[in-house]
DNA sequence: ACCTGAACACCGTTCAAGT
DNA sequence: ACCTGAACACCGTTCAAGT
């Protein structure tokens, strides 16, 4: 198989886990060589610097985060017995996350930071919510009247969610409620 | 004067601008103890460590961000004449940022990232979302029947907007009067 | 109580040298 | 094309020492 593109997956992978487990300011270059069982030199052979490690590996997460979206959205596609208000209900609730500690959660934080400074990962991140408020529109475009909406509405409140959920006087479940109620509402 | 809070109000000043010009990654401590005028080893006296310093600068600016919000929320404050819609127009206008450049913008994000792993940061954060959820709320529940579901819709959208506005298919005007009319609804 | 400088291990990056 | 190790300036932290 090919060599080159072996050590560059486990190079990936390891960065994307210190990523995840200690944030931005944990990442080192040695610790990423180490812990792929290369020496520091040699990592900076496939990866020059620091910042261009990191592109590749944000770029990497959005593709697996697409990915996973993509089968989220798949699951709950409406069958036919499915009313549309129950594949709304299902929608909102996977958008509206529960947990604080998400698997995506803390490495869109980091992104959100460092996409400040970096040209390279703000077009990186601008390009994955422009997919991803395609694909949602698209999606619904069948089942509601306004779906350019309901995309425009969702997805900023997902993120901002995501943040400041225990910090609101509703619940997650009165919150998923209003946000059904509005949704409802568009269609008319 | 008091020259034991000169030199600390000075260092959380130097802090607080490197923080928002280079992000957290950029902020040294030989980096503040130089442009506060002191040595690194006085620095360290008056913060035990970075982690210290990072604290003491997010608990004053939330306390700044605070006294800020408070002085636009009362500059919008209805008049007799004006008229509650004018104001709720106002207000959420405010919310939505149109710059990504917004001067607190950067900061915030970059306490989103270190909050995941800093308990004491975690802990302001979440204290200052809920005084914002309360003033927010007792604000506007003179003019509104559902207060608690207004700020429950405008705070987490408010701050996912300033990470995903500009990948919206809908505009920032298109997307102000759809939660006008959200919010006037709630009214009935 | 407030301040100092030397020393430590660690970091990203550069570079000349190997295969 | 792929890999190595030494050396550089910088970093946070520790510590013994000053006033």
Redesign the interface.
Known sequence: MNKRKDIVKVIIEQTSLILKD?????LTMRKVATNSGITLSNLQYHFADRTKLLQATVEHFFQVCEETILEELKAIEPKDQDSTDRFLKKLVGLLIIEDIDHYFN?IF??I??LS??NKELEDSL?HF??N??NWL?RLIAGFTKHP??I???L???????S????????SRK??IN?LLK?II?FKN
């Open positions: 200690e944030g931005s300011s944990g803390g934080r980091e959100w930071a400040l400074r601008l919510y422009k991803f408020a529109t350019d909406k995309t425009s509405l997805i900023p409140y997902a993120d901002g969610y943040i400041t959920g225990r910090a609101l006087p509703l009165e919150i209003m509005i509402e």
